[in-house]
């Protein structure tokens, strides 16, 4: 094999390497619908929903990391109408300290489907770092 055929076949491998490496690493650990960022503000954000008897509940919960001075989260609800998300309803909090929950109450029909939407916002001298987590269930 001559030294620019090697050349070759040894850059193919490293790029090759390179490309497998980058498809398997995450950003970030998720597990049932927690997101774990890996970022200076925010420590870790939380979605879920929930039915009872013709009511739904939506609630997101966000922790920052020490680094932060504030964190804010809005949470907000669609139902799907056809093939379109109707914006229903948003609820809003922010916190210094301890941890941030924002939840929302609202009237579900079954079979239907609704979507939560939370956007949490972290601030770290004064910038701000965003995550946003989505939640999809059909009430029952």
Known sequence: MSHKNHFKSTISAVLFVVLIFGLTVNSFAANNNTAVPLWDGIFSTKLGMSFDAGEGNATGTASKKSTATMIEGTLYLYELNGSEWVYIDEWYNSKTR???????????????????????????????????LEHIEVCP
């Open 98 to 132: 301890g941890t941030l929950a924002v939840s929302g109450d609202f009237a579900c029909e079954s079979g239907v489907t609704y979507k939560a939407v939370f956007v949490v916002t972290a601030y770290v001298n004064g910038v701000p770092e965003t995550d946003t």
